[in-house]
């Protein structure tokens, strides 16, 4: 199984700030990662596919970047509704997801 | 407008069983890959099962023996029975299109499956 890791755990930025998220694989996964956003008492929503497409309708603040092993996902300018936790998935393999990371109101 | 809405969570007793249904509308269920993906009280997201379009299906090595995913093409439908419940196995399931190779969009809203006595 390879094993996302996700940091930080909680993240706490102001609005209008840059955020940058980090997900690390246990082993190589090429660019199959995606990044998913969840409010709370929501369904999780795609985000990024193949580490770097937006998919419809995500806002171009949204970015993701990385390969391999080292991907991140930033938020250029965050916007109220961006407040929510962010998972990073792969399926290189079977899929498996990071633990999350809580963007917060600093 | 493409659409999952999931029904037939509740509370079961250890041991039990429940079938899971995944109504979707806008696209044909039997042309895609379908997944589940479950999510347990305040915890991360944990995939469970796939059906391939060609009828192919597998699982998470937590549920492989005790859960069986299938469809229902006439009623565009995806099911997920659940066999031998373990209070592990409490958590919101959602169903979602699983894009090829495996990444999930769109998902359904979720529905709850408590196990406990």
């Known amino acids: 199984e390879i094993v996302m890791t996700q940091s930080p755990a909680t993240l706490s930025v102001s609005p209008g700030e840059r955020a940058t998220l980090s997900c690390r694989a246990s082993?190589?996964?090429?660019?199959?990662l995606a990044w998913y956003q969840q409010k709370p008492g929501q369904a999780p929503r795609l985000l990024i596919y193949?580490?770097?497409t937006r998919a419809t309708g995500i806002p171009a603040r949204f970015s993701g970047s990385g390969s391999g092993t080292e991907f991140t996902l930033t938020i250029s300018s965050l916007q109220s509704e961006d407040f929510a936790v962010y998972y990073c998935q792969q399926y290189n393999n079977w899929p498996t997801f990071g633990q999350g990371t809580k963007v917060e109101i600093k | 407008e493409v659409q999952l809405v999931e029904t037939g969570g509740g509370l079961i007793q250890p041991g039990g069983s429940l079938r899971l249904s995944c109504a979707a509308s806008?696209?044909?269920?039997?042309?895609?890959?379908m997944s589940w993906v479950r999510q347990a009280p305040g915890k991360g997201l944990e995939w469970v099962s796939v059906i391939y379009s060609g009828g192919s299906t597998y699982y998470a090595d937590s549920v492989k023996g005790r859960f069986t995913i299938s469809r229902d093409n006439s009623k565009n439908t995806l099911y997920l029975q659940m066999n031998s419940l373990r209070a592990e196995d409490t958590a919101v399931y959602y169903c979602?299109?699983?894009?090829?190779?495996?990444?999930?969009?769109?998902w359904g809203q979720g529905t709850l499956v408590t196990v406990s006595s």
């Open positions: 193949g580490a770097s």
């Open positions: 082993q190589s996964v090429s660019s199959n």
């Open positions: 979602a299109r699983t894009q090829i190779p495996n990444w999930f969009d769109p």
């Open positions: 806008g696209f044909t269920v039997s042309s895609n890959y």
